[in-house]
């Protein structure tokens, strides 16, 4: 047994830490909610530098032209970014967009994975509609084919990243009916493509995403990833690396949130002494560090089954963020108690923090959801 | 024991209903069901609307133009105004300010700012809290020094509600340094185009702007804008909290907010099927609906004891810790609710923008409103506060 990081993923969080340390200003003004008006909401500079640094290619498998892809090289890298809130679209365009790519293309749409790797390339999974809510086979978009053509015609909700992207990729469904597993395709959408329009919008938490309108969008059949109806599984898995991927994020997110509370009550005085000094702070405190390291386990127990069999992976991130979406919003909600009203300002860089904790959990599946997969997947 | 309210209590209740019904306007109540900001001008209308009624005051003595409403009457106009979707009343000069006046103000001052702040003329805010003191307000540091017939102002106070639109503050300053913390604090009116005033504004991590920053360099108040004694301003600030924590439960908030989360349970889907006939959904708004059930009496319990003329003990402090804890509750079952469209920062919707929401109905607001009512146990003296003082009571010793 040895919970300590390889030499390799030592050194890719040590020299990303010290990255984003040192450009701690560009991360943050990317999360002020006026600067989200910018077109793509992140910083693409930080972005590029970032993929030099290697860190996206560290999400990637060798075979994919990448030097990493596994559960510990992804939280490795999302527990860093976590703990500086950057909302860099890492999860939509590496390990969704990405990932999907490699999983399902063919030799000529697999290249796209190289510019991805690269930092050239912006990718959006167009993938959840207005019922689907968690729901990954909930999909109501048709894909009919016309002669040699694909024509698309639906609307996707809350598409992360979409305005940056340079393609889509849409899921619609070519058979069965809604709720079917079968039946689902995805297709890759350049986003000039006639037919495709974006109401875009910022996001509470930082970064931007649209509603996606599809009105008889028409694609060659050459644009479909993998086989017609047969997309569910690569969806599948390409979301659960990305839920591992927030779990990760998240527990980032809470070691910075506990980190900066600390620092208050030690600092903080308040009738005559650090408000540390009391007790029924200090256990409070306690509570939110006893949560923090079950966070730290469940999301190594996720990385560690990422690639298990699929019953004991489900179950344990399933597990992993329900446990991160209960423990999170404990950490998010009572450092903000702790301060009082500084941590209530957008300035205060807790602020931001606390909104990436919560509003993970508004993706992939909240911590309710999370819960009822835990049961499913123990009755099986 | 009789949990129903008298044949008269029922007929002022009808009462109400008629006038929210005839004269709340529609797109105001729309702009509150949704979450939207209001804006000053939409807050003077809704304040114009209720002084022409007479209503404006409910908890002033008739003397002064009031209602004098006994605490159930009161509950009763608070409970319809929210079951309408009518704007909170600003509280400041109405239900802060205007208590202490009338009970340690001059006759000049009485004459002067109450039938202002009727007729609206005056907006106040509220000078107390300040960067170093928080929970421990006493530590102020703002200081008044007395100059022959005004005093100098030297300070900064902070988390001013509303501020942007006040043309009056009413302040703690220091006047007297070398006596014990509670001592030397005396209160004063400032006029805010007073020289040397600057308001500055805070954004909060919804996005809005509803509290400042108000900085005083070396600012002139003349010394018939000192309430009561001089030094005396704890006495008077405490008075002024306790008026601060009526209506604290925010029952009413509660059950509207309660309401709004199950028309989205109802429109939501999940797994094919509403979402409120998800049990583990349904399991999370069961329990804060029981929570809901049973404050809602204890904060009856406690109104009727007032209206019979008994001051309210540690219960407002326990009302002040449950009222909140259920609110925040609520704020978070709404956000679980709205799924994925929780995300958006639809600043364009909740400031009354013209595009349609982005996704269901009352979402835009949802996540916004849980960050924002973090600030409920927060502020009016943090829920640490109030139970230090139901230990105090409860237990002895220090807080």
Same mark, same amino acid.
């Given at each position: 047994?040895?919970?300590?990081?390889?030499?390799?993923?030592?050194?890719?969080?040590?020299?990303?830490?010290?990255?984003?340390?040192?450009?701690?200003?560009?991360?943050?003004?990317?999360?002020?909610?006026?600067?989200?008006?910018?077109?793509?909401?992140?910083?693409?500079?930080?972005?590029?530098?970032?993929?030099?640094?290697?860190?996206?290619?560290?999400?990637?498998?060798?075979?994919?032209?990448?030097?990493?892809?596994?559960?510990?090289?992804?939280?490795?890298?999302?527990?860093?970014?976590?703990?500086? $809130?950057?909302?860099?679209?890492?999860?939509?365009?590496?390990?969704?967009?990405?990932?999907?790519?490699?999983?399902?293309?063919?030799?000529?749409?697999?290249?796209?994975?190289?510019?991805?790797?690269?930092?050239?390339?912006?990718?959006?999974?167009?993938?959840?509609?207005?019922?689907?809510? &968690?729901?990954?086979?909930?999909?109501?978009?048709?894909?009919?084919?016309?002669?040699?053509?694909?024509?698309?015609?639906?609307?996707?909700?809350?598409?992360?990243?979409?305005?940056?992207?340079?393609?889509?990729?849409?899921?619609?469904?070519?058979?069965?009916?809604?709720?079917?597993?079968?039946?689902?395709?995805?297709?890759?959408?350049?986003?000039?493509?006639?037919?495709?329009?974006?109401?875009?919008?910022?996001?509470?938490?930082?970064?931007?995403?649209?509603?996606?309108?599809?009105?008889?969008?028409?694609?060659?059949?050459?644009?479909?990833?993998?086989?017609?109806?047969?997309? &569910?599984?690569?969806?599948?898995?390409?979301?659960?690396?990305?839920?591992?991927?927030?779990?990760?994020?998240?527990?980032?997110?809470?070691?910075?949130?506990?980190?900066?509370?600390?620092?208050?009550?030690?600092?903080?005085?308040?009738?005559?002494?650090?408000?540390?000094?009391?007790?029924?702070?200090?256990?409070?405190?306690?509570?939110?560090?006893?949560?923090?390291?079950?966070?730290?386990?469940?999301?190594?127990?996720?990385?560690?089954?990422?690639?298990?069999?699929?019953?004991?992976?489900?179950?344990?991130?399933?597990?992993?963020?329900?446990?991160?979406?209960?423990?999170?919003?404990?950490?998010?909600?009572?450092?903000?108690?702790?301060?009082?009203?500084?941590?209530?300002?957008?300035?205060?860089?807790?602020?931001?923090?606390?909104?990436?904790?919560?509003?993970?959990?508004?993706?992939? $599946?909240?911590?309710?959801?999370?819960?009822?997969?835990?049961?499913?997947?123990?009755?099986? | 024991?009789?949990?129903?309210?008298?044949?008269?209590?029922?007929?002022?209740?009808?009462?109400?209903?008629?006038?929210?019904? =005839?004269?709340?306007?529609?797109?105001?109540?729309?702009?509150?069901?949704?979450?939207?900001?209001?804006?000053?001008?939409?807050?003077?209308? @809704?304040?114009?609307?209720?002084?022409?009624?007479? @209503?404006?005051?409910?908890?002033?003595?008739?003397?002064?133009?009031?209602?004098?409403?006994?605490?159930?009457?009161?509950?009763?106009? =608070?409970?319809?105004?929210?079951?309408?979707?009518?704007?909170? %009343?600003?509280?400041?000069?109405?239900?802060?300010?205007?208590?202490?006046?009338?009970?340690?103000?001059?006759?000049?001052?009485?004459?002067?700012?109450?039938?202002?702040?009727?007729?609206?003329?005056?907006?106040?805010?509220?000078?107390?809290?300040?960067?170093?003191?928080?929970?421990?307000?006493?530590?102020?540091?703002?200081?008044?020094?007395?100059?022959?017939?005004?005093?100098?102002?030297?300070?900064?106070?902070? @988390?001013?509600?509303?501020?942007?639109?006040?043309?009056?503050?009413?302040?703690?300053?220091?006047?007297?340094?070398?006596?014990?913390?509670?001592?030397?604090?005396?209160?004063?009116?400032?006029?805010?185009?007073?020289?040397?005033?600057?308001?500055?504004?805070?954004?909060?991590?919804?996005?809005?702007?509803?509290?400042?920053?108000?900085?005083?360099?070396?600012?002139?108040?003349?010394?018939?804008?000192?309430?009561?004694? =001089?030094?005396?301003? @704890?006495?008077?600030?405490?008075?002024?909290?306790?008026?601060?924590?009526?209506?604290?439960?925010?029952?009413?908030?509660?059950?509207?907010?309660?309401?709004?989360?199950?028309?989205?349970?109802?429109?939501?889907?999940?797994?094919?099927?509403?979402? %409120?006939?998800?049990?583990?959904?349904?399991?999370?708004?069961?329990?804060?609906?029981?929570?809901?059930?049973?404050?809602?009496?204890?904060?009856?319990?406690?109104?009727?004891?007032?209206?019979?003329?008994?001051?309210?003990?540690?219960?407002?402090?326990?009302?002040?810790?449950?009222?909140?804890?259920?609110?925040?509750?609520?704020?978070?079952?709404?956000?679980?609710?709205?799924?994925?469209?929780?995300?958006?920062?639809?600043?364009?919707?909740?400031?009354?923008?013209? =595009?349609?929401?982005?996704?269901?109905?009352?979402?835009?607001?949802?996540?916004?409103?849980?960050?924002?009512?973090?600030?409920?146990? %927060?502020?009016?003296?943090?829920?640490?506060?109030?139970?230090?003082?139901?230990?105090?009571?409860?237990?002895?010793?220090?807080?």
């Amino acid at each position: 047994m040895n919970f300590d990081l390889t030499d390799e993923r030592q050194m890719l969080q040590d020299s990303l830490r010290r990255f984003l340390r040192d450009n701690q200003e560009a991360l943050r003004a990317s999360t002020r909610l006026g600067e989200a008006a910018t077109e793509t909401g992140f910083s693409t500079e930080i972005w590029g530098k970032l993929a030099e640094l290697g860190v996206i290619g560290a999400l990637f498998s060798e075979e994919d032209g990448g030097f990493g892809g596994a559960g510990f090289d992804l939280t490795t890298v999302f527990e860093e970014l976590g703990r500086v $809130g950057a909302v860099e679209p890492f999860v939509d365009t590496a390990i969704l967009g990405g990932g999907l790519i490699a999983a399902l293309g063919n030799s000529d749409q697999r290249e796209l994975v190289e510019q991805v790797i690269a930092g050239s390339l912006q990718l959006a999974l167009a993938h959840g509609e207005q019922n689907s809510r &968690y729901d990954l086979a909930q999909v109501e978009t048709t894909a009919t084919a016309e002669g040699d053509e694909i024509v698309l015609n639906g609307r996707k909700a809350v598409v992360v990243n979409a305005e940056a992207a340079d393609h889509f990729l849409v899921s619609a469904r070519e058979a069965g009916a809604t709720g079917d597993e079968e039946g689902i395709s995805l297709f890759l959408v350049p986003r000039d493509a006639a037919g495709l329009s974006l109401r875009g919008y910022p996001l509470l938490a930082g970064g931007r995403a649209a509603e996606v309108d599809l009105d008889g969008l028409r694609l060659p059949s050459s644009a479909r990833l993998g086989a017609a109806g047969a997309a &569910y599984p690569a969806l599948k898995r390409a979301i659960t690396r990305a839920e591992v991927a927030l779990a990760a994020e998240t527990l980032g997110a809470m070691e910075a949130a506990t980190d900066l509370t600390r620092e208050y009550l030690l600092t903080r005085q308040q009738f005559g002494r650090p408000i540390g000094s009391f007790q029924a702070l200090q256990h409070r405190m306690a509570t939110l560090l006893i949560e923090l390291e079950q966070a730290r386990s469940a999301v190594i127990n996720a990385a560690g089954h990422l690639d298990a069999d699929p019953a004991q992976q489900a179950l344990q991130i399933a597990a992993a963020r329900n446990l991160i979406g209960r423990a999170g919003r404990l950490v998010a909600e009572e450092c903000i108690q702790l301060h009082g009203g500084i941590a209530m300002t957008e300035e205060y860089a807790l602020a931001h923090i606390a909104k990436r904790i919560v509003m993970a959990d508004h993706r992939f $599946g909240d911590t309710d959801t999370q819960l009822e997969r835990f049961l499913d997947y123990s009755a099986a | 024991m009789d949990l129903n309210y008298s044949v008269e209590e029922q007929a002022f209740r009808a009462e109400v209903q008629q006038f929210l019904a =005839e004269k709340l306007p529609a797109e105001m109540s729309e702009a509150i069901r949704v979450g939207r900001e209001l804006g000053k001008d939409g807050h003077d209308q @809704w304040h114009a609307i209720l002084n022409a009624q007479g @209503w404006l005051a409910p908890n002033w003595p008739k003397e002064f133009g009031g209602c004098e409403w006994n605490a159930v009457q009161r509950h009763i106009f =608070e409970e319809e105004c929210c079951r309408a979707h009518a704007p909170r %009343i600003v509280p400041f000069g109405l239900s802060m300010l205007a208590p202490v006046l009338q009970k340690f103000g001059s006759k000049e001052q009485q004459d002067h700012y109450l039938p202002r702040i009727l007729s609206g003329q005056d907006w106040w805010c509220q000078g107390y809290s300040e960067p170093g003191a928080g929970s421990d307000l006493a530590s102020l540091k703002t200081r008044a020094v007395r100059e022959a017939d005004h005093y100098v102002v030297n300070g900064q106070k902070t @988390w001013t509600t509303l501020g942007q639109y006040a043309n009056w503050i009413f302040c703690l300053v220091r006047t007297d340094p070398e006596a014990k913390q509670q001592s030397g604090i005396s209160f004063l009116l400032i006029d805010m185009a007073t020289p040397g005033i600057e308001v500055r504004p805070i954004t909060l991590l919804d996005g809005t702007h509803e509290v400042n920053e108000v900085w005083f360099t070396d600012v002139k108040v003349p010394v018939e804008n000192l309430v009561g004694e =001089e030094n005396m301003g @704890w006495t008077y600030a405490k008075y002024l909290l306790t008026h601060e924590r009526t209506n604290i439960a925010g029952v009413g908030f509660s059950r509207a907010g309660l309401d709004a989360v199950k028309r989205m349970a109802r429109s939501q889907m999940h797994r094919g099927r509403p979402l %409120i006939d998800n049990p583990h959904f349904a399991a999370r708004m069961a329990r804060a609906e029981i929570d809901l059930m049973a404050m809602s009496t204890t904060n009856l319990r406690i109104i009727s004891r007032a209206a019979a003329g008994q001051a309210p003990g540690v219960e407002s402090s326990m009302l002040k810790v449950k009222g909140t804890e259920i609110r925040q509750e609520i704020n978070d079952l709404a956000r679980r609710a709205a799924g994925a469209y929780a995300m958006p920062f639809a600043s364009e919707a909740l400031e009354g923008g013209n =595009e349609p929401e982005i996704g269901p109905e009352g979402s835009a607001a949802v996540a916004a409103q849980y960050f924002n009512n973090r600030k409920l146990s %927060i502020f009016g003296g943090s829920n640490e506060i109030q139970k230090n003082i139901i230990a105090k009571v409860k237990l002895g010793g220090g807080a």
